[in-house]
């Protein structure tokens, strides 16, 4: 069963489209991120929700949108594509204060999202 | 967050050692050190923290000194499934995982 699974794979699109993400985790974590990786592949955080809660926003544009429907889910809609949002974006998850690692987050496969 | 420094490549051959070190002179007192493993299309996989001294886990080793300033990461003999880049983190635990450029590990036959 995968622990982090995100939908679609590769997304394709023109700029000025309206695209959303989608991703779900099966562990019940209680925490979730999506991340950005770049064509250098940097990884840098964008967003991150607790118990559907926005927790971290960083200096991400208005066009991008998290949604958290329930824990297990959050969902990246992205406004008005453009050409600099092409790269790979990774969802994940964390529980905290379970007596693992601090730190410790179980990433999705990825989505590559190509503007055209 | 403490700004990591660690070599962009390295190359080895199957049934070595690899050791990465990663340099974090502004480390705080507060700052675990975490590493992860990324394989070409896949997401980011934890392999190992630690805060001083040594951890042992059944992936790797990680050797921080006392004054932790640095920190190495030990494969034992890697194999050509262990060709990835590898990710040095140091941060506290506040959910934001800062990744570097990491070091891409080459595995020759």
Same mark, same amino acid.
């Given at each position: =069963? ?7 794979? #590769?997304? *394709? ?71 600099? =949002? ?31 | ?9 390295? =190359?080895? #051959? ?52 006392? =004054? ?9 003999? *890697? ?31």
């Amino acid at each position: =069963d995968t622990a982090v699974s995100q939908t679609p794979k #590769y997304l *394709v699109t023109q700029m000025g489209n309206d695209k959303s993400i989608k991703c779900e985790q099966n562990l019940g974590h209680d925490t979730m991120y999506w991340y950005k990786q770049d064509s250098k592949k940097f990884l840098k955080i964008m967003f991150s929700y607790n118990n559907k809660e926005l927790i971290i926003n960083e200096t991400v544009p208005n066009r991008f949108s998290p949604k958290s429907p329930d824990k297990a889910h959050l969902n990246l809609h992205i406004n008005s594509l453009e050409l600099g =949002d092409s790269a790979v974006y990774f969802c994940a998850s964390s529980q905290e204060g379970d007596g693992r690692y601090y730190n410790e987050q179980f990433f999705g496969p990825g989505t590559r999202l190509t503007v055209l | 967050l403490a700004k990591t420094t660690q070599p962009i490549s390295m =190359d080895s #051959y199957e049934g070595q050692e690899v050791n990465i070190t990663c340099s974090h002179n502004n480390i705080a007192t507060n700052d675990y050190i975490t590493w992860y493993q990324q394989f070409p299309s896949q997401g980011p996989r934890f392999i190992i923290q630690g805060y001083k001294t040594k951890v042992t886990n059944e992936v790797a080793s990680l050797f921080i000194p006392a =004054d932790r300033k640095s920190s190495t990461l030990s494969l034992p003999r *890697v194999s050509l499934s262990d060709t990835a880049v590898y990710y040095c983190l140091v941060g506290p635990n506040d959910y934001k995982l800062s990744f570097g450029a990491g070091t891409t590990v080459t595995v020759r036959a």
